[in-house]
């Protein structure tokens, strides 16, 4: 069968293309068969918060099986785009449509087949490596690691659909183009691309717009929507800023006569310039898959450094128990010695109800609870202060202490239209009132008639009990109490619970940032070495020429580093552009997880930066190696 002999040749030929795409497939197939094979894992469904680690593998599965179609029909595209000259070929050759697309359909058959083998047996052995990370990032080692027939089944009807879907779009590219152009479609010049100033304006002002929502994001209840319209605007407004953004750029550069006419700039430019209609939405595409893992590692990575900080902020005692009466301390000594617990550092507050609202920048409280509040405001008075911290501090009727955990100052506030004179700032221990998202700020006035006020008149009572005994007394001893009190998870808290919630919630969502962030780092190199590839194969004619006319071997390496350069750096300032804007939305959403700390957020966004920029060049290194080697062969 000549199609089949046709079908072996053509994959020979591009073995360096098509060898990467069945490295790149089968990669996608193995995290796949990951998510599937740690969604029907029994250990990890009923460990502790097992549902809430379910649902994040569900989201990280369908999120990197949507990269993986994307990313597939790119590539694909790319594959079939390169094959134009050789289909054109055989056409001309007596090859009619249905041949066509029977070669076309034994390459899918192949590429399924090769990328499904290697990409099950990498998941295979894998599974076994995200099962370590897995246990340690939940700190749960009781997890195994269970291998079932099914999965990899289901991986391989999953893929065997998308291999279809690429074959059905193979097909109907072969019908709406006539099978003789496609010859003269491989080797068409393209034009100089005009500037589209309205799409470049209209780019900069849907960018700024979603860059002024991120600064602007406030950790209250609207943060949220307010941060993905945020991202959906920087999504619109950087792909418009590349397609008309790029072509101004060099054509600016191009008006540059001091610039533009030396060898290296004037390859360059005139080259990409002629191509950039192309080259834009690449360009955009990997900006903002640059963007996404960077803005995925720094909060999952940050969520998981600052968990500590997190469970001592929520949880300062081994008990945070919220009760509008003051605690029976009979009752709970009685529990105590009935589980061999020991009670050992106590603390009582009497505080007011707390008030929802938000503080402005001039210490005016709006009470109310709307998608503005931000913040849970409660007051206590100085007598119980003074007890609890062991002072003899003195205040007005005026004046007030504040426990503001998000670190704001204030010189003066004013609520319910009374002013009020900060006269320091101290550090009650008093946790997260109910575990809400709203920021806690704790207020400590002269007396009860101050502090109902400020507040409410409804009075609670915060209790805070750090235990000692083995981990299974403590356990039954929290367990019993909560019982006996009858009290739900937002007015009783127990530190290891919190412990173990935080670390499955964060545990896993690093776990799913970091396949996501694998998948991303997959689709953005292969997108860069093909885009370089076409760029190479059309190159080779244009370097043919100009070194037949007195180019040197070195001007042509020259060219070749400056324009790949130049291609390179712009998705990467991009991406770091994005991500130093998203930062302030950032820290805003991981204020309502209740982590404040700023400067982690920072470290851990330069790190990721850094880490992402060194396998960013490694990517530039080789893929100026494949242009030139592409170049040179023409030569």
Avoid at 283 to 289: D, M
Avoid at 477 to 497: C, H, I, P, V
Wanted: aromatic share 10%.
């Amino acid at each position: 069968m000549i199609q089949f002999r046709l079908a072996k040749a053509d994959i020979k030929h591009n073995w360096q293309q098509v060898g990467l795409f069945i490295l790149a497939s089968s990669l996608m197939i193995a995290i796949n068969y990951i998510f599937l094979n740690l969604l029907a894992n029994d250990d990890v469904s009923k460990s502790n918060y097992g549902q809430v680690i379910v649902e994040l593998l569900k989201m990280g599965k369908n999120f990197t099986l949507i990269v993986a179609v994307f990313f597939m029909l790119y590539a694909n595209s790319f594959l079939l785009r390169q094959r134009d000259h050789e289909l054109g070929l055989y056409n001309m050759l007596g090859m009619t449509k249905n041949n066509l697309r029977q070669l076309l359909l034994l390459e899918k058959v192949f590429l399924y087949i090769v990328s499904s083998i290697v990409g099950l047996i990498l998941g295979s052995t894998f599974i076994k490596l995200a099962f370590i990370i897995l246990q340690n990032l939940l700190n749960n080692k009781q997890l195994q690691e269970q291998f079932s027939v099914t999965q990899l089944g289901q991986s391989a009807i999953i893929f065997g659909v998308v291999f279809i879907a690429l074959y059905i779009f193979d097909c109907w590219r072969l019908r709406k183009l006539k099978p003789a152009a496609l010859w003269q479609q491989a080797v068409q010049a393209e034009k100089e691309p005009q500037a589209k100033r309205l799409l470049g304006i209209g780019g900069l002002l849907v960018l700024g717009c979603g860059y002024w929502i991120a600064v602007k994001t406030k950790p209250n209840m609207a943060g949220t929507s307010h941060f993905m319209l945020a991202v959906i605007l920087v999504v619109i407004g950087t792909y418009a800023v590349f397609m008309a953004g790029s072509i101004l750029l060099l054509q600016y550069l191009k008006r540059k006569r001091s610039f533009y006419y030396q060898p290296r700039n004037f390859i360059g430019i005139s080259g990409m310039l002629y191509r950039m209609k192309q080259n834009a939405a690449g360009l955009a595409t990997i900006c903002i898959l640059c963007t996404t893992i960077l803005v995925t590692l720094t909060a999952s990575i940050s969520l998981v450094a600052g968990q500590k900080r997190l469970i001592s902020f929520w949880n300062p005692y081994d008990l945070m128990i919220t009760t509008k009466q003051p605690l029976d301390t009979a009752t709970v000594d009685q529990l105590a010695q009935k589980n061999q617990v020991t009670l050992k550092q106590q603390q009582q507050l009497k505080i007011t109800s707390p008030l929802y609202g938000v503080f402005n920048k001039n210490g005016h409280f709006k009470n109310g609870m709307t998608a503005d509040a931000s913040i849970s405001l409660s007051v206590l008075t100085l007598k119980d202060f003074n007890r609890i911290q062991h002072q003899k501090i003195k205040l007005k009727p005026n004046q007030v202490l504040i426990d503001n955990a998000t670190g704001q100052r204030f010189a003066k506030l004013n609520i319910k239209n009374k002013n009020y004179q900060v006269k320091g700032y101290v550090n009650l221990k008093a946790g997260n009132l109910y575990h809400s998202i709203f920021q806690p700020v704790f207020l400590v006035t002269a007396d009860a008639k101050v502090a109902q006020q400020i507040g409410t008149s409804q009075w609670l009572y915060q209790s805070g009990i750090n235990l000692s005994g083995s981990a299974k007394h403590r356990r039954q001893f929290a367990t019993q109490l909560q019982q006996q009190l009858k009290l739900d998870n937002g007015s009783f808290s127990y530190r290891n619970e919190i412990q173990q919630l935080l670390q499955g919630i964060f545990g896993s969502l690093l776990f799913v940032g970091i396949l996501i962030s694998f998948a991303l780092a997959i689709a953005t190199a292969l997108i860069i070495y093909y885009k370089q590839s076409a760029e190479g194969l059309a190159d080779q004619q244009r370097f043919k020429t100009m070194q037949q006319v007195g180019l040197s071997k070195a001007e042509s390496r020259q060219a070749i580093y400056s324009q790949v350069l130049l291609v390179f750096m712009l998705p990467i300032i991009g991406a770091v552009i994005n991500t130093g804007f998203a930062l302030p939305a950032l820290r805003s959403v991981l204020k309502i997880f209740s982590l404040y700390d700023g400067g982690l957020l920072l470290r851990v966004c330069a790190m990721t930066v850094a880490a992402l920029l060194i396998g960013y060049l490694l990517v530039y290194g080789l893929t100026t190696k494949v242009y030139q080697q592409l170049v040179n062969r023409g030569n």
